[in-house]
C-alpha cells in the first residue's frame, strides 16, 4: 500500500500543478497576449488609415482583410452601433472595438476579426502538459521500483545458484518492495537453518547407523572365524537389525512428522489416549506402577488421535525408563488448553539436559534409546500449536508437561 501511494501522490501532485498552470495561463496569461496583439494591430491600422487621405473603402477593406481586421461603415448621420470600446450590437466574438472618424467616410466602427476565444488554444498545451507531467511522475515514481525490485532478481538469482549469504538491502520498514525484500531474507534464514539442521541430522544418522553395523560386521568376522559360536552371535546380530529397524522407522516417523502434510484433525479424548498409553506401556514383568488421574472437565482437544497417542507413549516410555517404582499420568483441562503431565520418581533429568533434550539424537544418561523421542513429541506438539515443557520435581523425578490448545 505504501508504493501505491508513494506513486499515486506524486501522480496527483504533477497532474494538480499541470491543471493549475493551464488555467493560470488560460485566464491570465493567454488573454493578455491576445489583448496586446489585438491592439497592436488596430493601432497599426488605424495609424494606417488616417495616414492615407486617398485611400477609398475597397481598398481599405482589402487593407483590413490582409490584417485580419473587420471594419464597418456609417454616415455622419447614423449614430455608431457600439460605443469606443465596446461591441457592436449581434456580434458577439468582435475584439477591441474601436471608433474612428475619417474625413469623407463619416463613422468608422473598427475591430479585430473573429479569432474564437483565446482560452480554447489552452486545450492542446493543457492534453500535452498532462500527458508529459503524468511520464515523467511515472517515470520518477518507478525509478525507485525498478532499481529495487532489480536488485531483489539479482539476489534471488545469486541465492539460487548457491551464494547463501546473498541478502537484500532494503529497509525493514519500508514499502511493498522493502517487505519483499524482508520476506525474502527470513526465507534465505529459514533455509539456511533447515540445511544445518539437516546436515546435523546427516551426521548424527550416519553416526547412530554406524555403530549397529559396525557391530554386525564384527559379530560376521568372529562367526566366520569361530564357527561353533554362531547361534549367540546369530542373536547379537540379530539385536542390531532390531535397533536399526527401530532407528529407521523413527526417523521415518520423525520426518514425516515435521513435514508440510496435512493431519486428520478430530476431536480426541487426551484422557482416554492417557489411559490407551498407560496400558501399552504396562509390562507384566515390571514393578513400576503407572497411575492415571484426570482433574475433571472436559479433556477433549482438536488433533490427530495416532500423533498424540504417539507423543503420550513416548513420554511414558520415557518415565518407564527411570522411574524407580511410580509413574503418573495426568491430565489437567484450563481454560483455552489441556495439560498432559507424565512425572516419575527417578533421578530427574541431568543439569544441561532439558535444553536440548528437543533436539534429535540427544540422549539422557544410561539411554538405550535412539534420541529421537522428545524429538517427536516436541514436534507432534508443534504441529497441534501446543508446546512440550521439561523440568525437574522439587522433590526426586522428571516431569514432563505437554500442552495442547483446544
Known sequence: ?????????????????????????????LPSHFERQMTRQLDNFEAAVLSM???????????????????RFFRDSQPPPGMPGQRPPGERDWRGVREIHSPGWGFVIIASKRIGSPRLYVLIPLAVGLFLSQAVALAFGLKSVFRRTSILTGVTSEFGEGNLAA?????????????????????????????????????????????????LGFAMELAKEHPETVHEKFTLMERD???LDRLVSELLEFNRIGSSAAIAMDKVSLEAICLEAAGAERRPDS???????ADG??????????LLLRAVSNLTRNAVLYAEKT???????????????????????????????SNPFVKGYNSKGSGLGLSIVSRIAERHGGTLTLFNNHESGARAVLSLPR
Open 327 to 357: 509413574i503418573e499420568i495426568r491430565t489437567t483441562p484450563l481454560e483455552d488448553s489441556v495439560e498432559v503431565s507424565v512425572s516419575d520418581d527417578g533421578p530427574g533429568f541431568a543439569p544441561g539436559f532439558i535444553e536440548r533434550a
Open 241 to 243: 537389525l532390531f535397533e
Open 287 to 293: 514393578s513400576t506402577e503407572i497411575l492415571v488421574f
Open 53 to 71: 487621405p486617398n485611400l477609398t473603402r475597397e481598398d481599405a477593406v482589402q487593407f483590413a482583410d490582409s490584417m485580419a481586421i473587420d471594419i
Open 167 to 215: 541478502r537484500y538491502p532494503g529497509q525493514q520498514n519500508g514499502d511493498e518492495i522493502d517487505v519483499l525484500g524482508s520476506t525474502f531474507n527470513r526465507m534465505a534464514e529459514r533455509i539456511i537453518t533447515l540445511l544445518h539442521s539437516h546436515n546435523e541430522l546427516l551426521n548424527s544418522v550416519a553416526h547412530e547407523l554406524r555403530t549397529p553395523m559396525a557391530r
Open 1 to 29: 500500500m505504501k508504493l501505491y501511494w508513494k506513486i499515486y501522490l506524486f501522480l496527483a501532485a504533477t497532474t494538480s500543478f499541470t491543471l493549475f498552470l493551464s488555467v493560470w495561463i488560460s485566464f491570465s496569461v
Open 297 to 306: 472437565g472436559d479433556s477433549s482437544v482438536t488433533g490427530d488421535h495416532r
